[in-house]
């Protein structure tokens, strides 16, 4: 009888194990954006961004240890997953000294809302759960970062009711990898419409999730315009050189490794710190050494680099 026991626990293991293998939502073109939120979703609720506040307080991990692909390399993180109220989200941002924004980003992937001025928010959502992104400046440096992040309130939302989705995110990642490997090859422009309504291509919408999801839409002197370049060699001296960009806040060029991911040891370029040339332009250096202007060292990787427009000019909308 022991053995018979034995036999039908084994039995009834393998059934529950196919059943919930069968149960696994097969990711598609039409659904990988919800997807992708939904394993980006899952990464930070690891980090118990679904119970409270989660804060970042150094810069983004390098590699695929970071939550999120391609992270910016200038601001400081805080996350909330948290349930809309009456359809609404709420949540404040404090007065500070340095630049701080909350994205509200929807399961779909949709940066529905970006705010950068201080106040209470009561936003429309049209996901049951919300995503909620504060960027935290580093102009003044991580002390006073850090003491910005403190006097942002949680007492707004509603914790612990969002349950991770049935995906395969092994799968969910291959796509990723497939998707990303597809732009590698020229510029890449995000336009990241703000709702579901808002998509005209799919496929697009699809690139830009698997490229830099939880990115925003522009918006002129308020949200940001991100641009990636094509794939460029880390065994070469390369620069660029473009007009100041004018941007409200601020304007940065960070390097990714193939993946999108940020890459040990190397460092961002802002116009926080950058030197212009007398002409009132600004040259970024790739591997050309500690002299060449605004140089980035990739560290001998392939890599691509993103241009972000903090709070956007309308020249830089317009292409000028």
Not at 7 to 36: D, G, Y
Not at 76 to 86: G, P, R
Not at 131 to 144: P, S, V
Request: glycine share 6%.
């Amino acid at each position: 009888m022991k053995l018979a026991s034995f036999f039908l626990s084994i039995l009834l293991a393998a059934s529950a194990f196919v059943t919930q293998a069968q149960s696994t939502i097969k990711v598609t073109h039409e659904n990988f954006a919800h997807a992708e939120t939904a394993r980006n979703f899952r990464n930070w609720v690891k980090l118990g961004a679904n119970k409270q506040i989660t804060h970042m307080r150094q810069l983004p991990p390098r590699g695929k240890a970071a939550p999120t692909v391609q992270m910016n390399d200038d601001t400081l993180y805080s996350v909330v997953i948290a349930e809309a109220i009456d359809d609404h989200i709420r949540f404040t941002i404090p007065e500070v000294d340095v630049y701080m924004a909350v994205q509200v980003i929807t399961e779909g992937g949709h940066g529905q809302h970006y705010v950068v001025k201080s106040g209470d928010y009561k936003l429309p959502v049209e996901t049951k759960f919300a995503f909620l992104i504060y960027r935290t400046g580093m102009e003044k440096g991580l002390d006073a970062a850090r003491l910005a992040q403190n006097k942002i309130k949680d007492n707004m939302f509603k914790f612990g009711t969002y349950k991770i989705q049935n995906y395969d995110y092994s799968e969910v990642e291959e796509w990723v990898a497939k998707l990303t490997a597809e732009t590698r090859g020229k510029p890449f422009e995000y336009t990241f419409p703000r709702t579901s309504k808002d998509i005209t291509d799919l496929h697009q919408w699809n690139l830009e999730n698997a490229n830099g999801w939880g990115g925003s839409s522009p918006e002129v002197n308020v949200a940001n315009k991100y641009t990636n370049s094509t794939m460029l060699s880390g065994q070469k001296c390369l620069s660029t050189t473009f007009d100041d960009p004018e941007s409200k806040y601020f304007t940065s060029v960070t390097a990714y490794d193939k993946d999108r991911y940020l890459i040990e040891g190397v460092k961002n370029i802002n116009s926080h710190t950058w030197k212009k040339n007398g002409n009132g332009t600004i040259t970024v250096s790739f591997n050309c050494g500690e002299k060449a202007p605004n140089n980035i060292d990739t560290k001998g990787h392939d890599f691509s680099f993103t241009m972000r427009y903090y709070g956007v000019s309308q020249k830089v909308i317009d292409g000028k």
